[in-house]
């Protein structure tokens, strides 16, 4: 069993930054890839970022050069590092790995921007 747990999320004014983290625990293994999505009320959840083991990261078009997504192996744990956020920004972020074929995903965290 892989329990994903993030944290980091709440309220930012508009402009300003905010760091999510999730760690992964109980039996946890190599994870091919780590990720973040994001669902906003009365959408689909969509992919913010993800990163690779070898280290490559894709971002979302809206989200370029504002988020960067970093990986700790050793540790399980990916972060993504959001600044210049938007009002739109707005929606619980979920974290994501992969492992094989299995996808694990973790509870949400609550990330509200203020304009």
């Known amino acids: 069993q892989v329990q994903l747990v993030e944290s980091g999320g709440g309220l930012v004014q508009a402009g300003g930054s905010l760091r999510l983290s999730c760690t992964a625990s109980g039996r946890t293994f190599s994870f091919r890839v780590m990720g973040w999505y994001r669902q906003a009320p009365g959408m689909q959840r969509e992919l913010v970022a993800q990163?690779?083991?070898?280290?490559?990261?894709t971002y979302a078009d809206s989200v370029k050069g504002r988020f960067t997504i970093s990986r700790d192996n050793a540790k399980n744990t990916v972060d993504l590092q959001m600044n210049s956020l938007k009002p739109e920004d707005t929606a619980v972020y979920y974290c994501n790995m992969v492992a094989g074929v299995m996808n694990y995903w973790g509870k949400g965290t609550l990330v509200t921007v203020s304009s």
């Open positions: 990163i690779f083991s070898a280290g490559s990261a």
